[in-house]
């Protein structure tokens, strides 16, 4: 089994700044790509960033300049800082890999870090 652990979410005020963090484990033979999502309420999931195990990275236009993904691949950990948070981030933010074990190879989410920016 895989699991994806995150943390570092909580209230900020607007213009604040907050560090996700999301931590694999398990039978991990390598992890390819890693990921973050968010979801508000009554929206879908959506992408926030990723990023490759050879270090590139995409973003949503939204998020563009404002945050930064990055990962430790001796953690097996994906990192979202995430500066100048406006009240349009307040989420659910959930991380997700694409991680190759013994047997095949399979996407995995974590369980979701509450992300909230309100005065």
């Known amino acids: 089994q895989v699991q994806l652990v995150e943390s570092g979410g909580g209230l900020v005020q607007p213009g604040g700044s907050l560090r996700l963090s999301c931590a694999a484990s398990?039978?991990?033979?390598?992890?390819?790509?890693m990921g973050w999502y968010r979801q508000a309420p009554g929206k879908a999931r959506e992408l926030v960033a990723g990023?490759?195990?050879?270090?590139?990275?995409n973003y949503a236009d939204s998020v563009k300049g404002r945050f930064t993904i990055s990962r430790d691949n001796a953690k097996n950990t994906v990192y979202l800082q995430m500066n100048s948070l406006k009240p349009e981030d307040t989420a659910v933010f959930y991380c997700?890999?694409?991680?190759?074990?013994?047997?095949?190879?399979?996407?995995?989410w974590g369980q979701g870090t509450q992300v909230t920016v309100s005065s």
């Open positions: 990023i490759t195990s050879g270090g590139s990275t």
């Open positions: 398990g039978r991990i033979s390598s992890i390819n790509a």
């Open positions: 997700n890999a694409d991680v190759t074990v013994l047997w095949g190879r399979r996407l995995y």
